[in-house]
């Protein structure tokens, strides 16, 4: 699944994927990190978004809730790291960059 070099880093923050990859993203990026999976990305309600899996992960959804900063804060990662892990079953070596290689 090739992902933007963004995306890519963005992943590897929530995921711990790096020495030192932890920082603070803007939601649009993981946004766009999720559309680049393929994810339906869609606002519910103000800050609430609902994320609906393609095939490949067996169409399953998952609802975040925003923050009012728009941030993805270190805390954060920690907790959405956790549900992404239970939901789709993933961890940092589940992404590849945009050549295809695996981390």
């Known amino acids: ?3 933007s070099p963004e995306s890519r880093s963005l992943l590897l923050s929530i995921f711990k ?10 939601w649009r990026d993981f946004l766009k990190a ?11 309600d103000g800050v609430v ?8 992960w067996q169409n399953q959804v998952l609802v975040l809730h925003m923050n009012h900063k728009r941030l993805l804060e270190k805390s954060f990662q920690n907790r959405l790291a956790g549900r992404l892990a239970r939901k789709f079953g993933w961890c ?12």
């Open 34 to 44: 999720m559309s680049e999976l393929d994810f339906d990305v869609e606002q519910v």
């Open 1 to 3: 699944m090739p992902l």
């Open 92 to 103: 940092a070596a589940t992404f590849r960059d945009a050549a295809g290689n695996t981390l």
């Open 17 to 26: 994927g790096e020495p030192n990859a932890r920082c603070v993203w803007e």
């Open 49 to 56: 978004f609902r994320f609906k899996a393609p095939d490949r």
